[in-house]
């Protein structure tokens, strides 16, 4: 399948602890911003004929795209359909939104042009905390965002949920897990903070202005997929969780290795067998788009047979379908069984019927669990 990302870098204000490559900007740099991605995306179609008509999924992240007024986004989408996507065909069209930008005029634009499921950016439901990490919106407008988007008819919706949060206790993040699951939403991102010691955030932890309890990271992550799970929504990966049905295809196919094409400062793809990332500031990406877009300014990484084999381990652990053994076998590589025996009595992991999957407590272990069965999987023949 193929899957095409729109990186949109922009946010109205940038939230303490951010480590995306995003800034607030007026107007004109949006204009600006359009007329660029347009150049980029023309090029990618002129060098790869037919291309973008068989994109399946599409997925508008960013930054915020709702940032854009209703005419930049109207643009946007007829951007993205004048390179060739065809919006009626697509599987799943993906917008993100964060509360403050999220209003009747945006949403209708959306809808109109073809999106069909939403991303907000709730956070928490608790205003102190939605402030010590420096978010924009408060509690009301996030909740009046997700009304909105829930009740739009064939809009299919997702809320992202933090949890770790400096001063959040447990208590708090089961009030927000709970509130959230009551809500006629199909799809919950949950993950955990991220300290980056070099944003506002990480500073001020650092100077002891502010701290977080990285004792209650585990605590958290169990009893919140526990009450997800109870409440319906199932774990597909280990931070997103789904009703039936309503799991993202667009994210599944990064998991499964399916290749997606990637405009925008700082995006990454996988076309052709080659990982790429595009400049990671904007003024280098606005270079490269006014320069042609030459291949030299892009970081290239071709995946070669090793690179596939360590992808394979790590991207399919991170769902619930795991990996099949069988797959490694057919590239011509093994685990030694001794790694997966030793994950498996510790109770990190289960085989069954051929296929490796993450099971309890091995989900928060699962970079150690991965590098492990890497450092031990070898060419078939060797490990017979
Ligand atoms: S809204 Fe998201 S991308 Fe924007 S600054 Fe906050 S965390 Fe970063």
């Not at 946010?11 to 607030?24: G, M």
């Not at 379908?321 to 992991?349: D, F, H, Q």
Request: charged share 25%.
């Amino acid at each position: 399948m193929l899957g095409l990302y729109i990186h949109v870098p922009f946010c109205a204000k940038i939230c303490d602890y951010c480590d995306f490559h995003a800034f607030s900007a007026p107007e004109w740099l949006q204009l600006e911003y359009l007329d660029l991605v347009s150049r980029e995306m023309s090029a990618f179609a002129d060098s790869h004929p037919g291309a973008f008509s068989r994109v399946e999924t599409l997925y508008i992240g960013g930054g915020t795209p709702s940032v854009l007024s209703e005419e930049a986004l109207a643009r946007l989408f007829a951007i993205i359909a004048d390179c060739g996507v065809d919006f009626r065909a697509l599987k799943e069209a993906t917008m993100e939104f964060n509360p403050e930008s999220c209003d009747e005029g945006r949403v209708s634009v959306a809808l109109g042009s073809g999106i069909t499921r939403a991303s907000l950016g709730l956070q928490t439901l608790r205003g102190d905390l939605l402030r010590r990490v420096g978010r924009q919106h408060d509690v009301a407008t996030g909740m009046s965002a997700l009304e909105l988007l829930t009740s739009r008819k064939g809009l299919r919706v997702n809320a992202d949920l933090m949890f770790d949060l400096p001063g959040q206790t447990l208590g708090d993040m089961l009030a927000d897990v709970d509130w959230l699951t009551d809500r006629p939403l199909g799809h919950v991102s949950f993950y955990g903070l991220k300290v980056d010691p070099t944003r506002r955030l990480g500073r001020r932890i650092a100077r002891g202005e502010e701290s977080v309890d990285e004792d209650l990271y585990a605590e958290m992550y169990l009893r919140g997929v526990e009450m997800l799970e109870k409440k319906g929504f199932l774990r597909y990966e280990t931070s997103n969780f789904a009703r039936k049905g309503e799991e993202s295809l667009h994210n599944l196919n990064y998991w499964q290795r399916g290749e997606y094409l990637a405009f925008g400062p700082s995006a990454h793809g996988f076309f052709e067998g080659v990982r790429f990332s595009l400049p990671e500031r904007y003024a280098p990406w606005r270079e490269y788009v006014k320069n042609g877009c030459p291949e030299s300014a892009l970081s290239l990484d071709t995946v070669d047979p090793e690179d596939e084999v360590a992808e394979l381990i790590q991207l399919s652990l991170r769902t619930k379908y795991g990996m099949p053994l069988e797959t490694l076998k057919n590239k011509g590589y093994a685990i030694a069984p001794e790694a997966i025996e030793r994950w498996v009595s510790r109770g990190y992991l289960e085989c069954v019927q051929g296929v490796i999957r993450l099971v309890g407590e091995g989900w928060l272990f699962m970079d150690s669990v991965v590098l492990d069965l890497y450092a031990n999987c070898a060419i078939y023949s060797n490990l017979e």
